[in-house]
């Protein structure tokens, strides 16, 4: 055998092993027939056997799961074998679902996607494998999930959902997963030796959903103060998150400590400097504790003792100094980040420092004081500027290619595929590059899975992406089988939303539906493209397509989430049709034809509030009900729905909310949100026009901050199981987009 570290996993189950691949030519994986009989497994299937069974329970049987150990050339796998036994190898757990799906898409024509999946349609026996489908990773570091992403996208979710999640991820040949629940507990633990009592910490920590920016200086406190039990809890489920993690052979990325430390350190703990933080849209930030003077050794020590001894062991570490807008005060930041490093080499020898390109992060002046070959930045603006060099911007340092596709976990549909099948190719084979990954980073995950589908692909194919066929292609087996209509609804998505172009933005605008009420309301989120990025009638179009689909394949939880979804999004870009025609009939003091424009956008919310309804994924119930199960007491159950409803909305107090810019980042088109947030505050917002308009005086004005922070405060409950006929509505939205085009050409 080789020199490489072989992985090992935790769990063992009963399955059939056929082979051990044991040499392989340099940069060549060994030919699947080769075997040591005496030899052990590589590594145990265990783990991909259950992910197996999790994801493909009824046709699980049919699929024999063979361990390879990695050659130096990196992680491959490869498919054969005849109808109903289907071979598949693989040199890690994750690997081996890799394959799984490789088949699942490239030969039996169905999808798992994240979300939607066709599997219904699998025939009783699989198909057989023509030949032998063997693909080699092109990057070593498949990287998944943003800062983020545990606040967007739900931060009171159980293991089972955590699970789901990563068995998808393995499916689509992620490797290396960001895992910050339950970060809270080493800093809980370590800080109590520096002279802070649990409640001082308690009060610091902020709610989960809010704790991403906690982890990055950004604010603390908000939303708690938190229970010794919560935190208790959340450290389990982040321990059997890594777990999982590890027994599938992929990493766990865990938040590594950096400084960042509560007020009064430096009076508690004799030669601690710290330096101020400053404020983050109006929140105050946590102080920075200089990792240069002699206390810093001592607490990253501690952290990171705490963290190994709760979460285990791990090689890579997510951290990003000064992260927009910190300052270093008179702090030498060279020497800073090598102590940084210094301290995790130290807890973790030979780890790797994981972080965010974003902004003017990470600067040259930290990157010379580090190793750059034990650095990996994962850059989450690789899609979204023109004349990018990231090889000379960072000195050579590796990186992975990344995106965000969405901001906030934003519902808006599309994202930049053809910079992505352009770009990466070309990055990956220009002379010198340091190219050494993919980093699959919006801020909220759970929508948009074409677009996961296609971005984790890069990593394994040879060469360029082909956007026309790939999205062909995907039309079939998105439905689990070809259909002229969903062709052109795919190609009529590709050329619209998910043609988006690089130069300014790498997510599509948002919804005027969710935006704060004005006449000139350009977005929703302040920091969202302020217009269409793409002809609407693409949308409307796909919708008509969908439509028309062959009935045999509209049974499928992936038609029927795409189809709410289309018919939402095709419904959502009207607003940005009608607003101005409002606003030109008010300042003409034409009350018929304003009234007439207001009455066809109350209709129109009021039907996307039926229709997001009738998908589980569009429920805001499931989202609050989460949020309650956590609570070990009323007080508590109501504190954690606050920081679950506050962070879809106000996001803050009035201050970061308003002045700030933060309230409705994370908008969403929700039923829930639809009916109770949005809708009202239009309605209201149109009705003191309309009697400004009657009166000849200037509306008046409205507290939004406040209608919306009552609502956040709130405890009604919403449903949890969706209610209509997808297809029933998505019908309506086509017959009323249709009408009132109609309409406004006569």
Same mark, same amino acid.
């Given at each position: ?406 901001? $906030? $976990? ?337």
């Amino acid at each position: 055998m080789g020199s490489r570290l072989i992985r090992r996993c935790r769990n063992t189950f009963v399955v059939t092993v056929l082979a051990v691949v044991t040499s392989a030519a340099p940069g060549v994986p060994a030919s699947p027939g080769t075997a040591a009989s005496a030899a052990a497994p590589a590594f145990d299937p265990g783990p991909a056997r259950a992910g197996l069974e999790r994801l493909l329970a009824s046709r699980a049987g049919q699929f024999t799961l063979i361990p390879v150990e990695e050659p130096d050339s990196g992680d491959y796998f490869s498919v054969s074998g005849a109808a109903g036994a289907i071979e598949v190898r693989g040199t890690s757990p994750a690997t081996l679902l890799t394959g799984v799906g490789w088949y699942l898409e490239r030969v039996a024509g169905v999808d798992i996607g994240w979300p939607g999946d066709s599997v219904g349609r699998l025939p009783a026996t699989l198909p057989a494998v023509s030949g032998t489908i063997t693909r080699s990773a092109a990057v070593p570091h498949r990287y998944a999930l943003n800062d983020t992403d545990e606040g967007y996208s739900g931060a009171y979710r159980d293991f089972a959902s955590y699970q789901r999640d990563i068995d998808l991820m393995a499916l689509h040949g992620v490797n290396e997963v960001f895992v910050p629940t339950g970060a809270e507990y080493p800093y809980y633990e370590a800080l109590q030796e520096f002279g802070y009592d649990a409640a001082e910490l308690r009060a610091w920590i902020p709610g989960p959903a809010h704790q991403a920016w906690w982890l990055l200086q950004n604010m603390s406190g908000f939303g708690g103060p938190v229970s010794e039990r919560l935190i208790e809890d959340r450290a389990a489920l982040g321990s059997r998150i890594a777990g999982h993690l590890r027994d599938l052979g992929m990493t766990p990325v865990l938040p590594g400590f950096f400084g960042t430390v509560p007020p009064g350190f430096a009076d508690r703990n004799s030669g601690a400097a710290t330096v101020p933080q400053g404020k983050w849209v109006g929140f105050a930030r946590p102080d920075w504790l200089d990792p240069t003077g002699p206390v810093f050794g001592d607490l990253a020590a501690a952290y990171y003792r705490a963290q190994r001894l709760r979460f285990g062991e791990t090689e890579m570490f997510k951290m990003d100094l000064l992260h927009e807008g910190g300052t270093p005060g008179t702090v030498d930041v060279t020497r800073a980040a090598r102590a940084v490093q210094e301290a995790l080499d130290t807890a973790h020898p030979g780890a790797t420092w994981v972080m965010l390109g974003w902004q003017k992060n990470p600067s040259a002046t930290l990157l010379n004081g580090v190793d750059r070959n034990r650095v990996l930045i994962v850059d989450g603006l690789s899609d979204r500027y023109e004349g990018l060099d990231r090889e000379a911007q960072w000195g050579g340092a590796p990186y992975a290619f990344g995106a965000i596709p969405n901001f $906030g $976990g934003h519902t808006t549909l599309g994202a930049n595929t053809g910079v992505w099948t352009e770009r990466f190719p070309t990055w990956l084979t220009r002379s010198g590059s340091a190219l050494r990954g993919i980093a699959y980073l919006p801020e909220g995950t759970g929508g948009n899975p074409a677009a996961f589908d296609l971005f984790t692909e890069l990593a394994w194919e040879p060469g360029p992406v082909d956007q026309g066929a790939w999205f062909a292609a995907y039309a079939a087996r998105r439905y689990g089988g070809a259909d002229p209509h969903a062709a052109a609804a795919w190609e009529q998505l590709r050329l619209g939303p998910y043609s988006g172009a690089s130069g300014t933005w790498s997510e599509p605008q948002d919804s005027l539906f969710t935006a704060r009420p004005s006449l000139t309301a350009a977005t929703a989120a302040r920091w969202s493209p302020t217009a269409m990025r793409y002809d609407a009638g693409t949308v409307e179009r796909a919708l008509s397509e969908l439509l028309r689909v062959a009935p045999a394949l509209r049974s499928s939880d992936a038609y029927r989430f795409d189809l709410v979804d289309v018919a939402r999004q095709a419904l959502t870009n009207r607003s940005r049709v009608l607003l101005p025609r409002i606003r030109t009939a008010y300042d003409a003091k034409d009350l018929a034809k304003f009234r007439a424009l207001v009455r066809e956008w109350n209709a129109d919310e009021e039907l996307l509030g039926r229709l997001v309804a009738a998908d589980r994924r569009f429920l805001l119930g499931p989202w609050l009900a989460d949020a309650r199960s956590w609570g070990a007491d009323a007080a508590e159950r109501d504190r954690l729905e606050y920081d679950a409803r506050s962070i879809l909305t106000t996001w803050a107090d009035r201050g970061p909310s308003e002045t700030g810019g933060l309230r409705d980042y994370a908008n969403r088109e929700w039923d829930g949100l639809v009916r109770d947030v949005y809708a009202p505050r239009w309605a209201a917002y149109f009705a003191g026009l309309d009697t400004a308009l009657v009166r000849g005086t200037a509306p008046a004005a409205i507290d939004w901050f406040a209608r919306d922070d009552a609502w956040a405060h709130g405890r009604q409950a919403y449903p949890t199981v969706p209610a209509g006929d997808p297809l029933a509505l998505a019908d309506e939205v086509a017959t009323a987009l249709a009408s009132a085009s109609a309409a406004e050409h006569r």
